[in-house]
């Protein structure tokens, strides 16, 4: 407890002091880059804002890519945390198996969803030989036909989330069972928020998994 | 409105070997005093069969009478038949009585050997209107046997109303992921051959056939031919994801299905013979778009399309131009509408549409001028289904407890329960099916 405590309050001062140097390093910057004097007509100010746009275009870029690494980071502690806490076997396996949810009549990822997802990117990468079946499923509102093509929209949007970042598309089925395969055979908003789902099944490769690494 | 009713000719019936079938024997030019009106329910009075299984004869033809929604059925002391029969020379029956009680005709039959005599009387005339030897299928009480009944029924209803009946019909269904059929009149519910999770059965134009699909890790189109029990694939429907709603064309020629992919789900047509690879015929562009349903004239297709963010009923011609929506978003509470199904006179589609409650109710809405009328509240009621006659309707509803199909009959409003099979679903109705089409595909439960 105290111990955690303590190295809790080491980072957050060791943020301060880097937040510190950054904003002294900013403090002094304004002179080293003097405002663009406007330039005569021959020179067309059209090129200093065409650079302009491409360094803060890189500067995008650069950034997107390292909220990608701190996110893709962020996974394999969470992932790793999830391997130690229950052992590391069943932990991996858990964090591919584990479900999403869908609110009703939608196939876009939530946030949690996301997050759940974003868990098992760095074990699918670690593991090139494990493939998986998405398995779209619906509440048992609404038609039931249009609750399968539902479920397997449900099913494609992980797909395409994995495989948008990396996972090879043939390591990912994708199927949808509508709302015949209910987990919670209730009638009521709680049952309904349950198996609104997207199932995640280890179709080959899982016997030994590797842990990810950073 | 005054019918022209179709006049038998009485005295060709009476031949030796009697075995005329009622089709192509009679024609229109004989007016009688028999008005029918679809407002009007005439009474009709079935006089006691004499001969083998008479007494169930009588009695189912009696129930489709009163199932057709066209009829009173006048009740009959039968204690004493004699009371039946007219008192002056000439006269047949006691048509003064039959006046009294309320009867408008009456069914009078006599079973033969391997077929059933009937005479059709019309009381205010005083006279035999029609005469007809129809031909009974198999042992008593079987299957085809009833079938048969039910064509007497529908017949002997087109000679008074001059539109035949419904009874001659069957209804597929799914239970357990078993397709069912069951009769028109709720009798004799069977489970077909097909095996696996099956969806979505759907009749051809002659009631041989049915498609259908099966659902999960294989996702299958499928026909089912009655005669044989055999079903086969169609390996053009592409065998992968999901496969869904199959709809014969009213010419029987090609089967336009829902194929789902992850790239959202489209119709698309294939022919019948499988032999060459399906068409896409609407462009969903990643939403989805499912549950076809032919006009009558084959020319246009209803579905239902998730194109502007949630499902709606729209219309196309059948080589997938000209989409429009049909159900528009001003009506009903909330934004869901689903499951057409155009009517066989090509003038309504039914479908269901959510409300505020949650539960979706059975509505149907004109090509012509796009009105609505809303045909339930009771429960939740889905997946309507429209019968040949374009009245009556079937459907899920969950008012009796458990989701079972009920019937109703959209003039009238009123409404029976079809199926006792707790969690029936996906009703189709099938089109008049004559005794050949009856079937050895099912086996008994």
Redesign the interface.
């Known amino acids: 407890m105290t111990r955690q405590h303590h190295a809790a309050g080491r980072s957050i001062s060791i943020g301060l002091l880097a937040t510190v140097i950054v904003l002294g390093a900013c403090h002094k910057k304004p002179e080293t880059a003097p405002e663009p004097v406007a330039t005569p007509a021959a020179t067309p100010a059209v090129d200093s804002a065409a650079i302009r746009d491409s360094i803060a275009r890189a500067q995008a870029a650069r950034d997107a890519a390292l909220a990608r690494q701190r996110a893709y980071d962020d996974s394999v502690r969470r992932a790793n945390e999830a391997a130690a806490s229950a052992g590391e076997q069943t932990g991996l396996r858990n964090t591919v198996t584990a479900v999403i949810h869908f609110d009703f ?1 939608r196939s876009e990822l939530r946030d949690d969803a996301r997050s759940t997802l974003d868990a098992k990117i760095p074990v699918l990468m670690a593991n090139p030989d494990l493939t998986i ?1 998405v398995a779209g499923h619906t509440d048992e ?6 609750n ?6 449900r ?2 949007a992980a ?2 989330y994995l495989t948008e970042r990396g996972v090879t598309a043939n390591r990912v089925e ?5 709302e ?1 395969r209910p987990v919670n055979e209730g009638h009521d908003e709680d049952a309904w928020g349950q198996n609104r789902r997207d199932e995640f099944e280890i179709t080959a490769g899982g016997s030994r998994l590797n842990r990810p690494r950073t | 409105m005054r019918f022209f009713l179709p006049l038998s000719v009485a005295l060709l019936l009476w031949l030796p070997g009697g075995g005329l079938v009622a089709q192509d024997t009679t024609h229109r030019g004989v007016t009688i005093g028999l008005t029918y009106d679809p407002a009007s329910r005439p009474g009709i009075a079935i006089l006691p069969i004499t001969g083998s299984a008479g007494d169930s004869i009588r009695a189912i033809i009696q129930r489709d009478f009163d199932y057709s929604d066209r009829f009173t059925i006048v009740p009959l002391d039968a204690s004493d038949p004699s009371t039946f029969r007219g008192k002056t020379p000439g006269a047949d029956l006691n048509y003064p009585l039959f006046a009294r009680l309320g009867a408008a005709a009456i069914v009078q039959a006599t079973v033969g050997d391997g077929s059933i005599h009937v005479a059709l009387h019309d009381v205010a005339k005083g006279s035999v209107i029609n005469v007809v030897d129809f031909p009974l299928a198999g042992r008593a009480n079987t299957r085809d046997w009833r079938m048969s009944v039910h064509g007497v029924s529908d017949e002997v209803e087109r000679w008074i109303t001059g539109l035949k009946g419904i009874a001659q019909t069957r209804i597929a269904f799914v239970a357990g ?1 078993r397709i069912h059929l069951i009769d028109s009149d709720g009798t004799d519910d069977e489970v077909t051959s097909v095996t696996g ?1 099956a ?2 059965p759907s009749w051809n134009a002659s009631g041989t056939q049915l498609a259908y699909t099966t ?3 294989t996702s299958r189109v499928m026909v089912l031919d009655l005669r044989t029990g055999h079903s086969r694939v169609l390996h053009n429907a592409t065998p992968s ?2 496969n ?2 199959p709809v014969f064309s009213p010419d029987g020629s090609s089967i336009v299905y ?1 194929h ?6 489209d119709l698309f047509l294939v022919t019948t013979d499988d032999a060459s690879p399906a068409r896409r015929i609407s462009v969903g562009r990643g939403t ?1 778009n ?2 076809p349903s032919f006009s009558p004239d084959g020319r246009r297709l209803a579905f ?1 399309s ?1 194109r502007v963010g ?2 709606e009923v729209y219309i196309m011609d059948a080589d997938g131009t000209n989409a429009e929506l049909l159900t528009s978003f001003d009506f009903g509470d909330k934004n ?1 509408r ?2 057409p199904d155009w009517s066989p006179d090509g003038r309504l589609v039914a479908f ?1 549409s ?1 409300f505020a409650d ?1 539960r ?1 109710q059975v509505m149907t809405i004109s090509l012509r001028d796009r009105s609505t009328k809303l045909l339930t509240s009771e429960g939740s009621n ?2 309507p289904s429209w019968a040949p006659d374009g009245r009556h309707l079937v459907f899920t509803s969950t008012r009796g407890g458990s989701r079972e199909l009920w019937v109703l009959d959209t003039e009238s409003g009123r409404l029976r329960q079809l199926s006792r099979a707790a969690g029936a ?2 009703p189709a109705w099938s089109s008049r099916l004559g005794s050949s089409a009856s079937t050895n595909a099912a086996s008994r439960q």
Do not use: C, N, W
């Open positions: 009549d079946r509102r609404g038609s039931v036909e249009y399968i093509a539902l479920g397997q929209r099913a494609a797909k395409r994708t199927v949808s069972f509508g015949g | 992921q999770s969806m979505s659902f999960g890790t994801h999901a869904l709603t829902s789902a992919d992850d790239e959202g789900s989805d499912v549950q239902t998730g949630h499902p869901y689903s499951d269901q959510q949650g979706f889905e997946q679903q996906l």
